[in-house]
Each structure stands twice: as structure tokens, then as C-alpha cells.
């Protein structure tokens, strides 16, 4: 019994208080602004530098990247935004009206993914119609992870004061 109470204060399920929560909170984010619609950001400024065959390799990963999104979510949308929508429903029931930290926690780390799934869309559909070669690909590819960095800014921002708030509620309740 003593290892499952290791465990259990290990992997404490108050999420906000505990610091696997945030480092997996760091590296999400750290990961979605590194990796730009599957093209490693060191990539893109490698293209902007030398051009030639490092340029073609970043058009061909966006090519190949932007297709394989589109095609998925143009297949099946409309069944994967229906699921999507039950569960963030599912899941927002269970964190805001129930009030279950964990589910609190995952909801602010999975709410502002639907949203830069929803701008890596669009974008793959700008690129698609026309901006997927060089300069252009580069410039589309740099605004874009400064979009997402801006939602990641924010998503960490409200996390942050949201869970240093539920943090000191609890510490004043107990």
C-alpha cells in the first residue's frame, strides 16, 4: 500500500498545485509554437538564410502537411467537430458546474488547442489557394506561429491566474 500512496503524491490529481502539470503545460506549448503546421521552426530560418534546397524542403513539408490536414478535415468534419463538440461540452460540464480541478486542468490545456486547430486551418487553406512558395510560404509560416504564440501567451496567462486562484482559495478554505 505504501507505493500506491507514493504514487498517488507523485501524481497528485490537484492539478494546479502540483509541477508536472505545468512543465507538461511548458512543454505543450513550447511544442505547438516550435513546430509550425509540422515544419520545425530552425527550418524555416535555414530557407530564409540559405534558400536553394532548404527552401524546397520546407515547401515540400507544407505541401505534405497542409494536404494531410485538409484532407482530414475535409473528410470528416463534420462527425470530428460533432465528437469534438461533445466532449469539450462533456468536459467544461464536469470543470466549471461540477468543479473537478482535473478536469479544470484539462480543459485549459486542451480549449486553446481547438483554437489554434482552428487557425492552422485556415491558414492551410490560405496556403492552399496560392501562398505555398518561397518568400511568401516563409512570411505565411512566420505570422502563423506568432499567432499561435499569442494564444499560447494568453492560454498561459489565464491558466496562470486562474490556477494561482483556485491555489489560494483552497489554502483559505482549509
Known sequence: MEIFEIALEVIDLRSFSNLWYWI????????VSHWVLGVPHDMIHRARREGGQALTDVEDLVRINVNRLLHVVD????????????????L???AFYYRVEFAQALFL???????VLWVSVIECRRIAKGASQGDALLRRLTIHRRVIQVIGMISIAVTGLYGTWLNISVSILN
Open 109 to 115: 490545456l486542451i480549449g486553446p488547442m481547438m483554437i
Open 24 to 31: 507538461a503545460l511548458a512543454v505543450l506549448w513550447s511544442s
Open 75 to 90: 473528410g470528416g468534419a463534420l462527425v470530428f467537430m460533432g465528437l469534438l463538440g461533445f466532449w469539450m461540452s462533456a
Open 92 to 94: 467544461g460540464m464536469l
